[in-house]
């Protein structure tokens, strides 16, 4: 006899078991967040290498495995050291917003008592509905 053809919902399970276990061991050696971000949800990083389509990776942000993923990245940023020598250096963007846009993140990042730079990592950090961006069909 030969085995049954897996059926999509076990290939997907596969593959979220696959991703889980990766990110848990990367997480169980204490890495800085930085290399976490990058190794795992990175734009080479494991789950874009799994997931290559937006609607893919939407539909995997739908899951559980997602959610411990960005738990884990959360509480690793919790405790950020100062970046080693040779690690990932850091980049400086200007984003052009209104006034208003502004007033709201500093009221937010007051609320959650964290700079106004951590909150706009933390919003940056989450993947998005190609749908919820202006000009992408």
């Given at each position: 006899?030969?085995?049954?053809?897996?059926t999509?919902?076990?290939?997907?399970?596969?593959?979220?078991?696959?991703?889980?276990?990766a990110?848990?061991?990367?997480?169980?050696?204490?890495?800085?967040?930085?290399?976490?971000?990058?190794e795992?949800l990175?734009?080479?990083?494991?789950?874009?290498?799994?997931?290559p389509?937006?609607?893919?990776?939407?539909?995997?942000?739908?899951?559980?495995?997602?959610?411990?993923?960005?738990?884990?990245?959360?509480?690793?940023?919790?405790?950020t050291?100062?970046?080693?020598?040779?690690?990932?250096?850091?980049?400086?963007?200007?984003?052009?917003?209104?006034?208003?846009?502004?007033?709201?993140?500093?009221?937010?990042?007051?609320?959650?008592?964290?700079s106004?730079?951590?909150?706009?990592?933390?919003?940056?950090?989450?993947?998005?509905?190609?749908?919820m961006?202006?000009?992408?069909?």
């Open positions: 006899m030969t085995a049954p053809t897996p999509q919902a076990d290939l997907a399970a596969q593959a979220h078991e696959e991703i889980r276990q990110a848990e061991a990367l997480y169980c050696h204490h890495p800085d967040w930085v290399t976490f971000y990058r795992v990175g734009r080479n990083g494991l789950i874009r290498r799994i997931y389509t937006l609607d893919s990776l939407a539909a995997f942000k739908q899951t559980e495995t997602y959610q411990e993923i960005q738990r884990m990245l959360s509480e690793l940023r919790r405790k050291a100062p970046p080693l020598p040779g690690e990932e250096i850091t980049r400086v963007i200007t984003v052009r917003i209104p006034k208003s846009l502004h007033e709201g993140l500093q009221a937010e990042a007051h609320q959650h008592q964290t106004m730079n951590k909150l706009c990592i933390s919003k940056l950090l989450q993947f998005i509905d190609h749908q961006v202006p000009g992408v069909e």
